[in-house]
């Protein structure tokens, strides 16, 4: 069985390529379909992705354990259940029998972090230049021509006449200063014409609602900021490592909606070989992200190992026994326990003919 599930899994699928791109289906979609290739000698010899917005599970529920078919809308072509492995993140009932998306959750702040970038950049552009105020002295013109020589001023300040080399045309041409940045107002008495300058903006360094945003986003995303280069590796490690633990606990969540698929693949694939009596006497494992959480395993360990040790010894008078201790303390079953105890009476014996056979070998005479 073990030989035939390599097979599937190493020759047949080219694991090490099409994992990586279910898997970035499946995240990215929630969903991803593969239409198994079934022959009765050979078992799944291929797999074809099939697009996910253009396939139906369809759920029969009047069944007593229940089975789904599936329908490609495109072609019009349905799948029974065998024939298509439906990788799934099932965590919204909501919208069963199909998985939720793991940026679903940040759609809504990837939108609202794109929004507040541009209405940043828009009132950077807007506020940080200096403007200026104009003061014209209006003097004693009737107060209805005033508009009219306010407009005069702006054209004169702002316009500058230019002969067109080519036509010899004379063209108005703007100032690099638009007047829609600047003020100009009227004034009278004894007050004459004067410019003064208004600062620009001074609060541009404060992007407290843009960080805000991101760390909603990368909440969402559930993806440490060090590791998308958007904060620096903390010295020593230690906040990184209780995010890596974290996230590492993520990663597991996702990998066990992909065995639990690649499982029924493989029960497939047997069941089509004639190996009935295999089916699920097996173990898919993925690589742990993270040797953080090894390590936290093995301390925790260690510390069991050193209570085991204080109240289990080979005195009489010890306050538990051994199969309580392993039990309660290190946390084997009562199956485990036994195939331990077991494996120990074999070793034991083992160990025993090891030191006896040189005694043995003497008294052949041989050596």
């Known amino acids: 069985v073990k030989n ?99 940026l679903e959750p940040a759609r809504k702040l990837w939108r609202q972090l794109q929004l507040a970038e541009d209405a940043m950049l828009v009132y950077r552009a807007v506020r940080a230049p200096e403007r200026r105020v104009y003061y014209i002295e209006v003097g004693n013109i009737d107060p209805a021509d005033v508009p009219q020589y306010m407009e005069k001023a702006k054209a004169s300040v702002k316009k500058t006449p230019m002969v067109d080399q080519s036509t010899g045309n004379i063209n108005l041409k703007y100032a690099p200063m638009t007047y829609e940045e600047d003020y100009f107002l009227p004034v009278r008495g004894d007050k004459s014409s004067r410019i003064e300058t208004l600062p620009g903006a001074s609060n541009l360094g404060d992007i407290a609602d843009i960080e805000y945003l991101q760390n909603k986003l990368f909440a969402a995303l559930k993806v440490p900021k060090p590791y998308l280069n958007y904060a620096e590796t903390i010295p020593g490690g230690s906040a990184l490592s209780q995010a890596d633990l974290r996230f590492s606990r993520t990663i597991n969540r996702l990998q066990q909606f992909l065995v639990i698929e690649l499982r029924r693949i493989a029960n497939i694939h047997l069941y089509f070989l004639g190996f009935e009596d295999d089916i699920n006497n097996f173990e898919i494992t993925l690589t742990n992200p993270s040797t953080q959480q090894e390590l936290l395993k093995l301390e925790t360990m260690k510390a069991r190992l050193e209570v085991f040790k204080e109240l289990f010894t080979n005195d009489p008078t010890s306050p538990v026994s051994y199969t309580w201790a392993m039990q309660f303390i290190m946390g084997f079953s009562e199956t485990e326990i036994k195939q331990i105890l077991r494996q120990k009476k074999i070793e034991r014996k083992m160990f025993a003919e090891i030191e006896g056979a040189a005694d043995e070998y003497t008294e052949t005479g041989i050596f």
């Open 4 to 102: 035939t599930l390599k097979e599937l899994f190493y020759n047949t699928l080219n694991i090490n390529y099409n994992l990586g791109f279910w898997t970035r289906e499946l995240l990215k979609f929630g969903d991803s379909f593969l239409k198994l290739e079934i022959d009765q000698e050979s078992g799944i010899f291929d797999v074809i992705l099939l697009p996910v917005g253009e396939i139906q599970r369809i759920e029969n529920k009047q069944e007593a354990m229940g089975s789904s078919t599936f329908k490609w809308d495109i072609h019009n072509l349905n799948f029974e259940e065998w024939q298509v492995a439906h990788f799934r993140l099932i965590s919204d009932s909501n919208i069963l029998p199909y998985g939720r998306s793991v």
